[in-house]
């Protein structure tokens, strides 16, 4: 399969998919709680991080690409998208799991 040459050479981190031209820098640790390191994600594998997990989870735990890839849901999602092409994106809606999180 030839790659289109809007990819880059660069591997999102989480899906393990080339980069394409559009991404998002991803705060391991969350800026609202000081972080400033930062990783390439493609759009839809950064939506889903948000979409799974609150920016205390990510604080506490989730602040590394190995420990989010322990969570079923991330698992789950990686095996699904790194199926489909590099540009490929449909926006995520928040689980159940963590609209459960969310204060009222």
């Known amino acids: 399969m030839k790659l289109k040459t809007n990819y880059s050479e660069e591997l999102c981190p989480l899906c393990e998919r080339p980069l394409s031209t559009s991404w998002d820098n991803h705060h391991l640790k969350p800026k609202t709680f000081g972080g400033k390191e930062t990783t390439k994600l493609h759009k839809m594998c950064h939506r889903k991080i948000h979409s799974v997990f609150t920016e205390r989870e990510l604080d506490k735990y989730y602040h590394t690409v190995e420990r989010l ?7 789950t999602f990686i095996e699904w998208i790194s199926k489909k092409d590099p540009d490929f994106y449909d926006s995520s809606k928040d ?5 459960g999180k969310r204060r009222r």
């Open 69 to 75: 890839m322990e969570n079923e849901h991330i698992r």
């Open 95 to 99: 689980t159940q799991i963590r609209k």
